[in-house]
């Protein structure tokens, strides 16, 4: 198959449309058997639920070549539930699991000249997003939807690549407690965009939400959960109702203990305690493992250890590892590889 014709290793994070996608609709009750369609618009009513009432989630995963040239995508199955979730929160009708990985399958399959090569550090984002079709006025779900999937592929999340971050603690909430925080809904991105813009301006790469409820816990940022490792080397990741189960974080807390033999702890994480940790990094689909290098409280700078040019060791071998097996250079634990080719 040959490749299209993209320099791989210089893009960046942006929408780059591919061949195919898949889309189903929901109709009288039940999915349609959906197609793989060459059509990248979207006709829909101008009092659509999705327009009207942001009735929407999606998901986040990757195709990676690997080292021996096959095609594969990492835990699709916990994406698949993930929007089982979002969905039944957001009142939408659940698009089946076993349905969701196979249109995985046949999407990415469907785009193989997409699929960067092994090496170019770049991968194929996968987006499968689902939304609100029918007309709506007053305030209810809607009656039809359409899902679908499409990809892009795609380089670092951080123009810098792999170098350190600098992130601020935002006086804006994400989540409110006992909200949508948990679920992959797309309000939670909209109303995260002022933060963003206003952190941008300010200089800074990201920011890090407190709990809304209390302002003295570690929450995550706008597209990534966070990982610590304390002084005596132990990997800590923040225990919250209102953030975003991270399959990359369950994942390197896995790698941690079962592959690594390091302590790791999922639990409340205090904003008085950062001061106190040896590495800090995001972690999600996009960002991969993104180190941290400062973080900065209203005009406190607090400096990792770790510094502002390299990744801290501990946050290396966590990443070499996750991307080792997401790549193929390492063994991967039961289930965790889906080979599309
Ligand atoms: N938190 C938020 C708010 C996200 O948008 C994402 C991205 O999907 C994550 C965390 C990381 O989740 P995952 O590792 O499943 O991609
Ligand atoms: C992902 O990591 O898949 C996300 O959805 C996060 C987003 C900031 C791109």
Request: glycine residues 10%; proline residues 6%.
């Amino acid at each position: 198959m040959e490749k299209a014709n993209i320099d791989w290793s210089g893009i960046g994070f942006g929408y780059l449309p591919t061949a195919k996608r898949f889309v189903s609709n929901y109709k009288n009750g039940a999915w349609d058997d959906g197609v793989l369609t060459e059509d990248d618009k979207v006709v829909i009513s101008e009092c659509a639920g999705v327009i009207q009432y942001a009735q929407t989630c999606f998901e986040g995963l990757k195709a990676y070549t690997t080292e021996d040239g096959h095609i594969v995508c990492f835990r699709p199955d916990l994406n698949a539930e993930r929007m089982l979730d979002s969905a039944a929160r957001l009142e939408m009708p659940q698009f089946p699991k076993d349905r969701f990985i196979q249109a995985v399958v046949d999407v990415v399959a469907a785009n193989e000249a997409y699929v960067p090569p092994y090496g170019t550090g770049a991968t194929l984002y996968i987006r499968p997003v689902m939304f609100a079709t029918s007309p709506v006025i007053g305030v209810k779900p809607a009656a039809e939807y359409q899902f679908r999937i499409f990809t892009t592929p795609v380089g670092p999340y951080f123009k810098g690549g792999i170098k350190p971050l600098t992130i601020r603690i935002s006086d804006f909430d994400r989540a409110a407690p006992h909200g949508t925080g948990h679920i992959k809904a797309g309000l939670n991105y909209a109303m995260s965009l002022y933060a963003i813009v206003d952190a941008h301006n300010q200089g800074f790469d990201e920011n890090m939400y407190l709990d809304a409820a209390t302002r003295t816990k570690v929450e995550e940022t706008g597209g990534a959960n966070f990982i610590f490792v304390t002084k005596d080397g132990k990997v800590v990741t923040p225990k919250s109702n209102s953030i975003l189960p991270s399959i990359t974080r369950r994942s390197i807390m896995y790698v941690a203990k079962n592959i690594l033999g390091l302590e790791a702890e999922e639990r409340e994480v205090y904003k008085d305690e950062l001061k106190d940790m040896a590495e800090c990094g995001l972690c999600g689909t996009a960002a991969v493992i993104s180190p941290v290098g400062k973080i900065v409280d209203h005009g406190t700078e607090i400096c990792l250890p770790s510094g502002m040019n390299d990744m801290g060791p501990v946050t290396k071998k966590l990443y070499d590892t996750l991307t080792g097996i997401q790549m193929g250079r390492i063994e991967a634990p039961e289930g965790w590889i889906k080979v599309i080719k």
